[in-house]
């Protein structure tokens, strides 16, 4: 065991298959039993993040959370990191160009000579990432696209698809509503070699933005996203990219319902415990999965529940349409909620890569999106009786009860060293949590 800012601190592993480790969970066990601790903060961090990264995440929200906190308090609460299997797979071009061009503040020139495939040395390294990350089972998709990369044929293209379906599991009947949507279009285009074919040649090229209004206007990206790569091997590397996306929620569903069942169910502290949950990013969907699947009322008293720039369906929370309906009503307290449109990763790169059609139209990413995201826009399609008014001022006074939107134009933005998707350890995050703990 080791310590943040006074508190006992304990890691949670998971493997990908929600599987904890059980020396981790133990320590909790004991730690909450020791008489000392009266709540439990589990943490969960997002995507590219090795455990040097959640530590140090972890322990810079935590320790400007305690800043805000009665001197006597942060001893008195445990906080639990998720370790969680989410290797880093770099390789999405489209949303990396988007980030660099928006940092830089211009795009749209159009220049054709620019255009081109991407070479054999970054093809090659683009399939071994995606090998690493998602293992043995990619290497008939790799095959096969290693076949279709010379000329995007009807079976060549029907066997990328099929191979890549089977890879990440793509299942289109599954009870999770947002993975069921995004595995329906692998579904269609495995079950049929033309539309196999539609699907790859319409990711030959980079994806479209049309100036007017929204993100796109705010975000100055002009009226074409005109990145270098266009043919069969970006059009593959796109495709594999999407799996990745498609993997990570999947993952971060099924190690929140591990935390849920085999971590958080499993614990029966001597004296009542108040939980709260955290989440960034993909860690933010696996903590909502953890908060649908928790038994209420369990053996530890569920309080609040805070997302930071989720990476997740805006839709995600809505009854009879989200991933998660049975969330809302669950914690005594608060669910806050940060979004931006400062956040590129949200805001453009998410809803590119969870759609496999080319179809961009002037609301990408924005509110009347199908695709956006909870970090981007906040929650959406919830009753008005449910949802706290917008705090877009940075008061922090969250409902018990309720939903809670915050605007994070102001305090989560990019900085010399940091974007802003990264940015949610900063000061007034850590204030923002305090008062979610606080409520």
């Given at each position: 065991m080791g310590a943040i800012a006074n508190s006992p601190f304990v890691w949670l592993k998971f493997?990908?298959?929600?599987?904890?480790?059980?020396?981790?969970?133990?320590?909790?066990?004991?730690?909450?039993?020791?008489?000392?601790?009266?709540?439990?903060?589990?943490?969960?961090?997002?995507?590219?993040?090795?455990?040097?990264?959640?530590?140090k995440l972890y322990r810079t929200?935590?320790?400007h959370c305690c800043a805000f906190l009665a001197p006597e308090r942060p001893a008195r609460i445990t906080v639990g990191g998720v370790l969680w299997s989410s290797k880093a797979y770099p390789d999405n071009f489209d949303s990396e160009m988007l980030a660099a061009v928006s940092q830089a503040g211009a795009l749209g020139r159009r220049d054709a000579a620019a255009v081109r495939d991407l070479d054999d040395a970054d093809f090659d390294r683009i399939l071994a990432e995606f090998e690493n990350f998602i293992g043995p089972g990619s290497r008939a998709a790799i095959a096969a696209a290693r076949v279709a990369a010379s000329g995007?044929?009807?079976?060549?293209?029907?066997?990328?698809?099929?191979?890549?379906?089977?890879?990440?599991?793509?299942?289109?009947?599954?009870?999770?509503?947002?993975l069921a949507k995004d595995a329906a279009p692998v579904a269609r285009?495995?079950?049929?070699?033309?539309?196999?074919?539609?699907?790859?040649?319409?990711?030959?090229?980079?994806?479209?933005?049309?100036?007017?209004?929204?993100?796109?206007?705010?975000?100055?990206?002009?009226?074409?996203?005109?990145?270098?790569?266009?043919g069969p091997k970006a059009a593959i590397a796109r495709f594999l990219n999407q799996l990745t996306y498609y993997e990570m929620k999947k993952r971060a569903g099924v190690v929140g319902n591990g935390l849920a069942e085999s971590a958080l169910q499993s614990l029966a502290p001597a004296r009542p415990i108040r939980l709260h949950l955290v989440g960034h990013s993909f860690g933010a969907r696996l903590v909502t999965a953890a908060a649908d699947r928790l038994a209420a009322p369990?053996?530890?008293?569920?309080?609040?529940?805070?997302?930071?720039?989720?990476?997740?369906?805006?839709?995600?929370?809505?009854q009879n349409l989200g991933a998660f309906p049975s969330v809302v009503g669950k914690p005594t307290g608060p669910i806050v909620?940060?979004?931006?449109?400062?956040?590129?990763?949200?805001?453009?790169?998410?809803?590119?890569?969870?759609?496999?059609?080319?179809?961009?139209?002037?609301?990408?990413?924005?509110?009347?999106?199908?695709?956006?995201?909870?970090?981007?826009?906040?929650?959406?399609?919830?009753?008005?009786?449910?949802?706290?008014?917008?705090?877009?001022?940075?008061?922090?006074?969250?409902e018990r009860g309720k939903v809670n939107p915050i605007l994070a134009d102001r305090f989560i933005v990019k900085t010399e060293s940091v974007d802003a998707h990264n940015n949610v350890d900063n000061k007034e995050c850590g204030r923002l949590l305090a008062a979610t703990l606080s409520c």
């Open positions: 493997d990908e298959k929600g599987v904890v480790d059980a020396a981790g969970l133990d320590e909790l066990s004991r730690v909450l039993n020791s008489g000392g601790v009266d709540e439990l903060v589990v943490m969960s961090h997002g995507w590219k993040n090795d455990e040097r990264d959640a530590e929200l935590w320790t995007l044929t009807a079976n060549e293209a029907h066997d990328l698809v099929t191979f890549g379906a089977r890879a990440v599991a793509a299942d289109a009947c599954q009870s999770d509503v947002e285009s495995a079950a049929d070699a033309a539309k196999a074919k539609t699907l790859l040649l319409a990711l030959t090229a980079p994806p479209r933005l049309q100036i007017g209004a929204g993100v796109v206007k705010a975000q100055g990206l002009g009226d074409i996203v005109q990145s270098l790569f266009s369990g053996a530890l008293d569920f309080f609040s529940l805070t997302l930071l720039q989720g990476a997740y369906s805006h839709n995600g929370l809505a909620i940060t979004h931006t449109h400062n956040d590129i990763a949200c805001t453009l790169a998410y809803a590119i890569a969870s759609r496999l059609s080319r179809d961009t139209a002037q609301g990408i990413g924005d509110r009347r999106d199908e695709f956006g995201a909870m970090g981007a826009n906040g929650p959406q399609r919830l009753e008005p009786t449910v949802l706290a008014p917008e705090d877009e001022t940075g008061a922090f006074r969250p």
